[in-house]
């Protein structure tokens, strides 16, 4: 398998432009998460998917950020308007219930940077 | 507010030592924790769990769970410069673990 797989591996955008991550957990996989990370806060969980279905978005920061997962293979992260304070590493991990780790199996991210 | 807590490090040590990296968790109902590695510009990757009061070893690894005093640590045996990384301790809170809490992470430096 190709492992998760994240889109755009970098993106520099304006401050107040529309940011689209995007994310395509492993085959098979029936929980999806999506992470923040930056050097003050750590790694954060902004909000995860069950079988496609939001189960807790309660870190996701404000109304400018929103999450969809149409299907079991894709899922994207929204920020609109973007601001400085966004720039962060947003990363998307995978992981399946009938796993006997419960272990997240991480893409290799998406640096962003708001001017 | 589930919290996790980690040594601030940098934690140095040289090539050959053990290297000991600590955890603490606020809520006592958790279930399942785990240590990660994350090399510098690369994401996290697994390296131990565990979910049962006692030690786990693996390989150089051991991982240490004592639940009464909400403390799980990772242990490096004969530590070597590829160890080098950022040691991110995460807790579970269902029974899955899939409701997960990282640590800020302990960053770990391995001296030739």
């Known amino acids: 398998d190709a492992g998760v797989i994240q889109s755009p591996r970098h993106e520099v955008t304006e401050m107040g432009q529309e940011v689209t991550l995007r994310c395509k957990p492993i085959?098979?996989?029936?929980?999806l998460f999506w992470y923040r990370q930056t050097m003050m806060r750590g790694l954060e969980l902004l909000i995860y998917?069950?079988?496609?279905?939001?189960?807790?978005d309660s870190g996701m920061p404000e109304d400018r950020f929103s999450a969809k997962m149409p299907n079991a293979s894709f899922s994207t992260l929204k920020i609109q308007p973007s601001e400085p304070r966004d720039s962060a590493v947003y990363f998307c991990?995978?992981?399946?219930?009938?796993?006997?780790?419960?272990?997240?199996?991480f893409g290799e991210g998406s640096r962003l940077t708001v001017l | 507010q589930k919290e996790v807590e980690q040594n601030s490090g940098p934690l140095s040590v040289p090539e050959g030592a053990i290297a000991s990296l600590n955890c603490t968790y606020s809520?006592?109902?958790?279930?399942?924790f785990f240590w990660y590695r994350q090399y510098s510009g690369k994401s996290p990757e697994l390296i131990m769990f565990?979910?049962?009061?006692g030690d786990k070893e693996d390989g150089r690894f051991t991982a240490q769970l004592n639940k009464a005093s909400q403390y799980v640590s990772l242990l490096i045996r004969d530590s070597q410069p590829s160890d080098s990384a950022t040691y991110l301790c995460?807790?579970?809170?269902?029974?899955?673990?899939?409701?997960?809490?990282f640590g800020p992470g302990t960053r770990l430096s391995v001296l030739p």
């Open positions: 991990a995978s992981s399946w219930t009938s796993g006997d780790t419960g272990e997240l199996f």
């Open positions: 085959s098979g996989h029936d929980y």
């Open positions: 998917f069950n079988n496609n279905v939001p189960i807790d």
């Open positions: 809520d006592r109902g958790s279930q399942s």
């Open positions: 565990i979910y049962s009061n």
């Open positions: 995460a807790v579970g809170f269902d029974n899955y673990g899939q409701n997960f809490v």
